[in-house]
């Protein structure tokens, strides 16, 4: 069963030529080395962006030090973003984008709702970084006077898609017969919430043992699907 495909909820960008398809594809060769360069680009600026948003406050760091910092002129930030909500929009979308389509990736390979639901909380050690950072930078950002629909809608995006697979995982697995009976809905919420609320303690108290608290919710959910959800071997995360 497919859980969910992060694809799908990207927004697929239109060929150079819709209407004319190219006739002699060697051509057209620097035109994509071009692009490919361009995405490598500004997936850097993404990157970087994203570790000054969580390392200061969001409405502190500037376009000018975003382009310093990724070794780019600051003229070259507009070729790609708008302004610097659309850049943060798009920072916060792409750390989303990583941590999901690793997942994807892995679901792929995974046998059983079991193994599934074992590979997002090892997502959640193996992405950990990156998790904090999103969550550090969700959190300054819902505190802030500039929040926008757009980005409000990336992050709640990013709870969605998670909680429709978590729901899309027990069920099946209620279903199969592999997990015991249990309020499908209230249970995807927990383990949402233990998840998030573990990686904010992760952030606030120095010395918090954040692989012991996932390791505690494997053995919370084994207890309560009656099925094993230790972490596994069988497939590779990265």
């Known amino acids: 069963m497919r859980y969910w495909t992060w694809l799908e909820h990207v927004e697929k960008p239109l060929p150079d030529h819709p209407l004319h398809l190219p006739t002699i594809v060697n051509e057209h060769r620097p035109k994509v080395a071009r692009r490919e360069r361009g995405e490598t680009q500004a997936a850097n600026i993404l990157s970087v962006a994203l570790d000054l948003f969580a390392k200061h406050h969001v409405a502190s760091v500037t376009t000018k030090q975003i382009a310093a910092a990724s070794k780019v002129n600051s003229a070259l930030l507009y070729y790609y973003f708008k302004n610097k909500d659309d850049l943060f929009r798009q920072a916060v979308d792409h750390a989303i984008g990583q941590v999901l389509l690793r997942f994807e990736h892995v679901q792929k ?105 996932v390791q505690d919710l494997r053995t919370f959910l084994s207890h309560e699907l009656q099925v094993s959800i230790q972490e596994s071997t069988s497939f590779p995360m990265e």
């Not at 950002?141 to 969605?160: G, K, L, N, P």
């Not at 009976?181 to 249970?187: L, M, P, Y």
């Not at 919420?189 to 120095?206: A, H, K, N, Q």
Request: glycine residues 4%; hydrophobic residues 40%; charged residues 20%.
């Open 109 to 213: 390979t995974a046998h059983g709702p079991a193994e599934i639901l074992s590979a997002w909380l090892n997502l959640h050690l193996q992405q950990v970084e990156l998790i904090r950072k999103f969550v550090k930078v969700a959190v300054d950002y819902a505190s802030s006077e500039s929040r926008t629909a757009e980005t409000d809608a990336t992050i709640s995006r990013f709870y969605d898609t998670e909680r429709r697979m978590l729901c899309q995982v027990l069920q099946e697995g209620i279903e199969t017969g592999d997990f015991a009976q249990v309020d499908v809905e209230q249970t995807a919420t927990f383990i949402s919430t233990f998840l998030d609320g573990i990686v904010i303690r992760s952030i606030v108290l120095e010395g918090f043992n954040y692989a012991q608290s």
